[in-house]
């Protein structure tokens, strides 16, 4: 598995995926805050701090930068390092739960789950999908030894990288109930107390930094909102009946097992994995779905290990029958979006943008009267030269009025179309401001735009 990591994030680097605009998003907040300790990018937001993510994910990126210095490249290896780092807590988790031929049909499980191309996408991707990912494993790696105050804890320090922890209460939501109806008693220990505390701490810092920005968190939240509430909650009455049918996995083993265990817990973690999949309306989330029908297919297996008879063992068996059935559709078959982005041979011998394209745009930067403004149309190349920009006093933006508000439209004095055969054709549609991508290789094309040229844009 860390070979094949490897040789995408060394061999196909901004070939799979090709860069994307919400890297722009994360990676210059991070830029910004590495350099000025704030999340302020004229680029995003002329007027104020985007306020549409937890910062998390953005300073964990601005403290390598600050260690490491600026570059597209490492952000994108953080991904790949946080990616092997949940593969290696995954083996934790079932070498924890499984011994014997389960410990290695698990181990294969995960190799198809990790290894499938929706779930590669992650590695090589500036966006936060490995860092939840990884704290989400750790808390399940802590529940399953027993640890579920450390476990809770780790989830909702994840709230501060991204709001999708809330899926992750559910297997905490289903252990009080549990222990409510049961009459049991649920310890605490010194350091999970601690663990507690900290993330209480993290949260209450991230309160205070929404309350000074409010007016912005509310105007991004409506439009995070206004975006997931165009496609049908849990995408659908399908999405809704596929929840139910998986939840009656969990309930299963609560009832056969009589406890609150590794399998129970297993199975409510690949639900949540699923449900922020059905819910999160992105074709990052692909990947999510592979996760969730892994972790449930181990659960099954922590089952069949602990129960003796044979015809409870059966239904299991069936049972992972037409779950490993969706593992294998899901890791296989994604969405029409990243199908297109998917490494072909062809892309091994090629690059996104040519090394000499990217120095030319350099230059002109570094040639740029201070204050001067470039947009790239947020294609998700700007992470290329956010260094360049800070050494001229130069200006990237976007043509929009921000990342969350299309109108009034920026005026700009440059435009640079960088375009490459390797756009997936549906991008097009987002090049609104009169330069959009054709996915050819013609490289960077760099346009000085009149005061009425700018001012139409």
């Known amino acids: 598995m860390t070979v094949v990591v490897l040789f995408i994030r060394i061999g196909m680097g901004f070939e799979f995926p090709i860069p994307w605009n919400d890297e722009t998003a994360f990676t210059a907040q991070a830029f910004e805050f590495s350099r000025t300790g704030s999340f302020f990018v004229y680029g995003l937001n002329s007027e104020r701090v985007v306020m549409w993510m937890p910062p998390g994910y953005m300073l964990l990126l601005a403290g390598v930068y600050k260690v490491f210095g600026y570059s597209f490249e490492i952000s994108r290896w953080v991904s790949t390092l946080l990616y092997l780092g949940a593969f290696g807590v995954g083996l934790a988790i079932i070498r924890s739960t499984l011994t014997g031929w389960r410990q290695t049909l698990a181990m294969l499980l995960m190799l198809v789950a990790f290894l499938s191309p929706y779930s590669l996408a992650i590695a090589n991707i500036a966006r936060m999908e490995g860092l939840y990912t990884l704290i989400f494993l750790l808390s399940l790696l802590a529940a399953v030894r027993g640890k579920y105050a450390l476990g809770l804890a780790l989830v909702l320090f994840g709230a501060t990288v991204h709001y999708n922890a809330v899926y992750f209460l559910l297997p905490y939501g289903a252990l009080v109930l549990w222990k409510i109806v049961r009459r049991e008693t649920l310890n605490i220990g010194p350091g999970e107390l601690l663990a507690l505390v900290i993330a209480a701490l993290a949260l209450a810092g991230y309160g205070l930094f929404v309350i000074k920005h409010i007016d912005g968190f509310w105007q991004d939240m409506r439009f995070q909102f206004d975006f997931k509430l165009g496609s049908p909650v849990m995408s659908g009455s399908e999405g809704w009946r596929l929840l139910g049918l998986l939840l009656l996995v969990p309930c299963l083993q609560l009832i056969t097992h009589r406890r609150f265990g590794a399998e ?168 609104w401001d009169g330069y959009p991508r054709k996915s050819q290789d013609s490289g960077c094309a760099i346009t000085r735009l009149s005061k009425d040229q700018a001012d139409e844009q």
């Open 264 to 431: 129970a817990l297993l199975s409510l973690y690949g639900v949540a994995f699923i449900a922020m999949a059905l819910n999160g309306h992105s074709m990052w989330y692909s990947y999510a779905y592979c996760f969730g029908f892994c972790l449930l297919l181990l659960g099954v297996l922590v089952s069949t290990s602990t129960l003796s008879r044979n015809w409870w063992r059966v239904s299991w068996a069936l049972i992972a029958g037409g779950l490993l059935y969706q593992l294998a559709l899901h890791a296989s078959s994604g969405n029409p979006q990243l199908d297109a982005l998917k490494p072909r041979l062809s892309t091994f011998s090629r690059d996104f943008l040519p090394e000499a394209e990217i120095q030319k745009v350099r230059t002109f930067i570094a040639d740029l009267p201070a204050d001067a403004t470039v947009s790239f149309g947020y294609s998700g190349v700007e992470p290329y030269f956010f260094a360049d920009f800070a050494r001229s006093g130069a200006r990237w933006t976007g043509s929009a009025h921000s990342v969350t508000q299309v109108f009034p439209a920026r005026s700009v004095d440059y435009r640079v179309l960088c375009d490459s055969a390797m756009f997936p054709a549906y991008l097009a549609m987002y090049d």
